[in-house]
Nanobody
Framework: QVQLVESGGGLVQPGGSLRLSCTAS????????MGWYRQAPGKQYEKVAT???????NYADSVKGRFTISRDNAKNTVYLQMNGLKPEDTAVYYC???????????????WGQGTQVTVSS
């Protein structure tokens, strides 16, 4: 079983910055891709950013130029650096990890529990 734990959310003023972290643990054989999704109150889930094991990245248009996703493969950890935060970035942010598990290489997709990000003055 693979678990993901996020940290780093909180309250920040517009224009401020936050850094989210997410670490995967468990019977991981490979962690092929990790990413961040978010859900604002009453709205659909939105893919924020993803990164592959080869460091190929993809961003939602709404965060391009403001957010940066990165990963530390040795630590099974993905980061989301969020700069220039706006009130519309307020949401619960969820980490996603996709890969294969030991011992037989079964594919998995696991979610973290979510971390609240609130952008308000």
């Amino acid at each position: 079983q693979v678990q993901l734990v996020e940290s780093g959310g909180g309250l920040v003023q517009p224009g401020g910055s936050l850094r989210l972290s997410c670490t995967a643990s468990g019977n991981i054989s490979s962690l092929n891709a990790m990413g961040w999704y978010r859900q604002a109150p009453g709205k659909q889930y939105e893919k924020v950013a993803t990164i592959t094991i080869g460091d190929s990245t993809n961003y939602a248009d709404s965060v391009k130029g403001r957010f940066t996703i990165s990963r530390d493969n040795a630590k099974n950890t993905v980061y989301l650096q969020m700069n220039g935060l706006k009130p519309e970035d307020t949401a619960v942010y969820y980490c996603l990890g996709v890969g294969t598990a030991q011992p037989l290489g079964a594919p998995f997709g696991s979610w973290g529990q979510g971390t609240q990000v609130t952008v308000s003055s």
